[in-house]
């Protein structure tokens, strides 16, 4: 069963523009000094007036915890959460935002590390890259952008690391263009992967990696990476009481937990911040969501936008 989670009222500190019509935002506590830690990959859930819950990757320094920092672009053909940070936010408005967790952790690993970032999904690359260059291990940044006037955080992100170790990929700048498939062709010896940014690039790093051995290849998406156009089937689900519960074609798993009466936490409901996350004891799922691992697929479920052919017996 999902336990509540902490959630603090913080100010806006600050916010200032940062190119590709993103809005980065300073939160603070207004008694605390100090916040709650996290590490590099982590994010918070944000809870907005309009009745939105957003996630939000943590993009500031982890060693500095006087303030939470994120970013966030505007999507014009989005649910509204970020139209409204974009139109409403200013400094001095309080925002109930949750202690942060971390489903994209950077692992142990005495490999180089190879960041990859797309646009917006610089947000959690950054800190992972802060933390690296630290830590003087060895890894390389590569960015991927339109242009340098369409890049967020690129003007913090040279102040911070070494020119070595960081490389831009500007799509108006042939120089500077690198093919994926080319890119990660060859997989420098113990190297780890970590990816973000829009479907798209996703996708192409998806594809450009599928060689990689498992467990080598880490990522956080915005979206969905598959979009299945299957007709979704009504199916069982089966609790560790016996209870047997129907999800109905129309409905979600998790609506259809919640009806029962099983208390489940959940956020995005849209498969990608593993707030609903729970396990399965029997059964043929089908996975829909962007948040668990490969290693985990055979015992962990999403029930927001997963479903399954039969009967799934949880472990709630």
Known sequence: MG???????????GVHVEPGDVRVIELKHHRRPLLP??????HVDVHLPIGKVRQ???CGDPEDLSRYTIAVKRENGGRGGSA?????LTPGAE???TAPRNHFPLKESDGPVLLLAGGIGITPIFAMARALWR????FELHYFARSRSLAPLLGALEKTISSENLRLHLDDQVETRQDLEELLSTRPSGAQLYYCGPPGFMAAVALASEDWPDGTVNFEAFQPLVQDDTPPEPFMIVLRNGAVVSVPADKSALSAIRAAGVLLMASCENGVCGTC????LEGQPIHRDAVLPSNARSHRFIPCVSRATGVLKLDL
């Open 3 to 13: 336990s509540p989670r902490i959630i603090m009222k913080l100010i806006v500190a």
């Open 277 to 280: 996350e729970c396990g399965y």
């Open 37 to 42: 830690a996290f590490e590099p990959g982590s």
């Open 56 to 58: 939000y990757s943590l």
């Open 135 to 138: 830590q003087g291990k060895p």
């Open 84 to 88: 409204w940070i974009h139109d409403q």
């Open 95 to 97: 925002l109930p935002v």
